[in-house]
């Protein structure tokens, strides 16, 4: 699978190398052709590379979001349509919203008219570079209408490592799921309880 990552940071760049271990075809989405951090993932394994903004959105199949969520909509915007891409959204409009949008996802949703999925955004790049915790894994969960972005989000959070992924639910949980994401930021930072911790869901 060929993916674009607009958003390399801590986020996107786990996510980048997990996924080229899993033998997908990264690219690296960058306005400057200087980037240092792209230039590091680049090197860091030979199926990642690096490629202008517009050039990578347009030779991909998927799209990960990885920015801060107040500048999806603007994104959005230069984009355009995107008919038949999946984009998944991994931001979080806690603190700032997409202005007039409640989320990125929502944004895109509306603008893009591309098949969206919430996901990669209710835990730290720590969990998404290593979701392992002794003999289990974290969880990872994903939102919103389109089916077919959320079976390939679902197959690529398996690809990075995490065995089980649950369905939140259509668009209406879309935020609910950045409310839950805002669970783990508050216990792992606001509290003091560190990054190196991940949520589990437990059934009897």
């Known amino acids: 699978m060929k993916i674009t990552i607009i958003g390399h940071g801590n986020v ?3 996510l980048a190398t997990a996924w080229a271990r899993a033998g997908h075809k ?4 960058t306005r400057k052709t200087d980037d240092a951090k792209a230039k590091d993932l680049i090197t860091s394994h030979p199926n990642i590379e690096q490629k202008p903004m517009s050039m990578a959105i347009t030779e991909s199949e998927v799209i990960l979001i990885a920015t801060p969520a107040h500048v999806t909509a603007e994104l959005a915007q230069s984009w355009g349509a995107l008919p038949g891409k999946v984009i998944i959204d991994a931001t979080n409009a806690i603190w700032k919203q997409p202005e007039p949008y409640e989320t990125g996802y929502h944004a895109f949703v509306d603008i893009c008219k ?5 996901a990669f955004n209710t835990t730290g790049f720590e969990n998404m570079a290593d979701p392992r915790y002794c003999d289990t894994t974290a969880d990872m969960f994903v939102a919103g209408d389109s089916e077919k972005a ?3 989000a679902i197959r690529l959070a398996k690809d990075a490592g995490f065995e089980t992924v649950y369905n939140f639910g259509g668009a209406d949980k879309v935020k609910a799921l950045e409310h839950f994401a805002f669970g783990w930021i508050n216990l792992a930072i606001m509290q003091g309880e560190g990054r190196q ?6 059934k009897r």
Not at 114 to 118: F, I, L, N, Q, S
């Open 12 to 14: 996107g760049g786990a």
């Open 26 to 29: 990264i690219l690296i989405g």
């Open 114 to 118: 591309a098949e969206v999925v919430k």
């Open 150 to 152: 959320q079976d390939i």
């Open 197 to 202: 911790m991940a949520l589990k869901i437990l």
